[in-house]
């Protein structure tokens, strides 16, 4: 079985920065892309960055400047460095990646992390 586990979270006043990790583990052949997305109140769950493999790395117009995508691939471990931060930046924040299993690497495969909060105060 396959976890990803979200750590960072927490709060923070308006200008601050945080630091996001997401590690997977378990029996995984190999992980195809990284994400981060994130969901507020009353509102949509959407990505905010993206680093696939072998691909490059996209952000939500909204956090352009101001966040940071980063892997290490060594530890299966995805980061977000979040600079700037603003109040509306308040938000569940999930990890989400696209992996093979050892058992069947043929089969992409989508796992979602239990999410970690992040509020930003004014």
């Known amino acids: 079985q396959v976890q990803l586990v979200e750590s960072g979270g927490g709060l923070v006043q308006a200008g601050g920065s945080l630091r996001l990790s997401c590690t997977a583990s378990?029996?995984?052949?190999?992980?195809?892309?990284m994400r981060w997305y994130r969901q507020a109140p009353g509102k949509q769950r959407e990505l905010v960055a993206g680093n696939p493999s072998g691909g490059s790395t996209n952000y939500a117009d909204s956090v352009k400047g101001r966040f940071t995508i980063s892997r290490d691939n060594a530890k299966n471990t995805v980061y977000l460095q979040m600079n700037s931060l603003k109040p509306e930046d308040t938000a569940v924040y999930y990890c989400?990646?696209?992996?093979?299993?050892?058992?069947?690497?043929?089969?992409?495969?989508?796992?979602w992390g239990q999410g970690t909060q992040v509020t930003v105060s004014s």
């Open positions: 989400n990646a696209l992996l093979r299993l050892l058992e069947r690497p043929g089969t992409p495969l989508i796992y």
């Open positions: 378990g029996k995984i052949f190999s992980i195809n892309a």
